[in-house]
Nanobody, 121 residues
Framework: QVQVVESGGGLVQPGGSLRLSCAAS????????MGWYRQAPGKQRELVAT???????TYADSVKGRFTISRDNAKNLVFLRMNSLEPEDTAVYYC???????????????WGQGTQVTVSS
């Protein structure tokens, strides 16, 4: 069982910045990838950014050049630095981990509870 906890959300003015953090803990043998997703009111959850254990990253087109995902493999942490925030970025941001709990075992997906990001003047 893997627990995922996000932090760092809040209210910020347009053009501002925030840094989200996510910590994974529990019966982790190895983490394959970690990522951030978001869900705005009335919309489906969408991918924001992901990063693999090897450091390969993927970004949604809407956040490229503004958001940066990074990871501390030793501590099972992932971060999302968000710059030049826009009202359209307002959403609940969720962290997801893809991890194994034993050598050669299946990869499980685990989600956090989410953290609210509101961009408004």
């Amino acid at each position: 069982q893997v627990q995922v906890v996000e932090s760092g959300g809040g209210l910020v003015q347009p053009g501002g910045s925030l840094r989200l953090s996510c910590a994974a803990s529990g019966s982790i043998f190895g983490i394959v990838a970690m990522g951030w997703y978001r869900q705005a009111p009335g919309k489906q959850r969408e991918l924001v950014a992901t990063i693999t254990n090897g450091g390969s990253t993927t970004y949604a087109d809407s956040v490229k050049g503004r958001f940066t995902i990074s990871r501390d493999n030793a501590k099972n942490l992932v971060f999302l630095r968000m710059n030049s925030l826009e009202p359209e970025d307002t959403a609940v941001y969720y962290c997801k981990t893809e991890a194994t709990t034993r050598f050669g075992g299946p990869v499980y997906q685990s989600w956090g509870q989410g953290t609210q990001v509101t961009v408004s003047s």
